[in-house]
């Protein structure tokens, strides 16, 4: 089983470094009522875990029947409000709870459209469910949404955060052979991610490797598109986009090629520069451009 399915919270006390929210929330569950919410900050920091945390604490017993999750990335379409999101929203509740609640997950990959129909159905439909919404960039985000919601920011996890939970893990599961060292230089390369932490180290752990390697291992594609880019290989824009349209957010691509880059041995110094320049720029500018095209941007800088 995967560790951060196994360990993923089983009530706000089990959130970590979100103590803004988590304030917020224990007073919902007492009240047993609560606001529309978007949560939003860059990947790993827990925002679908605590969305299941609070849903499940509110609902109870009888959350089988009145909570729903959706992948707003996967099913974008303005079709998917208008008949699923709808349905959901205007049926009743069942058994002894306040309302129904939706849990939207990485709601910036739904267009415009169907986020303006979503807004409405939020107005005419609010004794009957709650929304939860998830994001990486709440830019992508609609205002009227956006304003129609408590909006929580997830701050990336410190270093010493993401050590305490990981050693917990490893604790609990009987693991030993991670000095703190190893975990900590490893986890000083994660930018707060703590998913990305427990995955690579469980990774590491059942392929028994260190985890230098299985850092190594998990940078393979993103040296491959640094090579390829190198190369002059404009194949590696099919691969870009592929990546955006599989959910991935800029920040977190623009990241990965950084370490890459940044770990390269054989790039000429200039070269290497020059790939880090616009990176950054790239993930400066992931605020104000469309994700598509601002790969399109990158890769016609360096090629």
Request: charged content about 25%; proline content about 2%.
């Amino acid at each position: 089983m995967l560790w951060t399915e196994k360990y993923r919270p089983k009530g706000i006390g089990d959130i970590v470094g979100q103590e803004h929210f988590t304030m917020d929330a224990e007073l919902w569950i007492e009240e047993k009522d609560m606001p529309n919410l978007l949560f939003y900050g860059r990947a790993g920091t827990g925002k679908t875990g605590a969305g299941l945390a609070l849903a499940y604490s509110i609902l109870g017993e009888n959350a089988a029947d009145n909570f729903f999750e959706i992948n707003a990335s996967d099913d974008r379409k303005l079709e998917t409000v208008r008949t699923l999101i709808k349905q959901i929203a205007q049926t009743g509740t069942i058994g002894d709870v306040p309302f129904k609640i939706l849990l939207l997950d990485e709601m910036e990959g739904m267009t415009n459209d169907a986020q303006n129909a979503l807004k409405r159905i939020m107005e005419r439909y609010a004794n009957n469910i709650r929304f939860i919404i998830t994001c990486n960039n709440k830019n992508k985000i609609i205002h009227p949404i956006q304003s129609r919601c408590a909006n929580y920011h997830f701050k990336p996890l410190s270093n010493d955060r993401i050590l305490e939970v990981v050693k917990g893990i490893l604790q609990r599961e009987e693991i030993t052979g991670f000095d703190d060292n190893e975990l900590s230089s490893f986890i000083a390369t994660l930018n707060g991610d703590l998913r990305r932490a427990i995955t690579e180290i469980q990774a590491a752990k059942y392929s028994n490797i260190s985890l230098k390697k299985q850092s190594e291992i998990s940078l393979e594609e993103y040296v491959k598109i640094i090579n390829l880019i190198t190369n002059k290989d404009t194949t590696v824009l099919s691969i870009l986009h592929d990546m955006i349209y599989a959910g991935r957010d800029i920040s977190e691509i623009c990241i990965g090629l950084h370490d890459a880059v940044i770990n390269m041995n054989g790039l000429d110094n200039n070269v290497k520069f020059k790939y880090l320049r616009t990176l950054g720029e790239s993930e400066y500018r992931s605020t104000t451009m469309t994700p598509r095209v601002l790969v399109s941007w990158f890769v016609g800088q360096l090629i």
